[in-house]
């Protein structure tokens, strides 16, 4: 009878299911990420931006908010300092 031997297997398998959605949730429950191609360029969809950061930041202080951009020629602290 090869059931009593899966019954070990399947019962991992729903532990690692849980772990996963355990993980998953707190993992995007702490982090909020932007996605700006070109933020350093001083045009007005900037200003959207740094304006939708802060009222997220301000809605929500616990939140970590990440911006990935596309400029590899400049340092984060040359972009904020613009």
Not at 8 to 32: E, V
Not at 37 to 53: F, I, M, N, Q, S
Request: with cysteine; aromatic share 18%; net charge negative.
């Amino acid at each position: 009878m090869p059931f009593p031997i899966l019954i070990p297997f399947i019962i991992l398998l729903i532990f690692i299911y849980f772990l996963f959605l355990y993980i998953r949730k707190k993992r995007i429950s702490d982090t909020f990420a932007f996605f700006h191609p070109y933020c350093d360029a001083c045009g007005g969809g900037e200003r959207v931006l740094w304006l939708a950061l802060n009222a997220m930041h301000e809605n929500f202080p616990d939140l970590n908010f990440i911006v990935y951009t596309g400029d590899i020629d400049r340092t984060p602290q040359e972009i904020l300092g613009k």
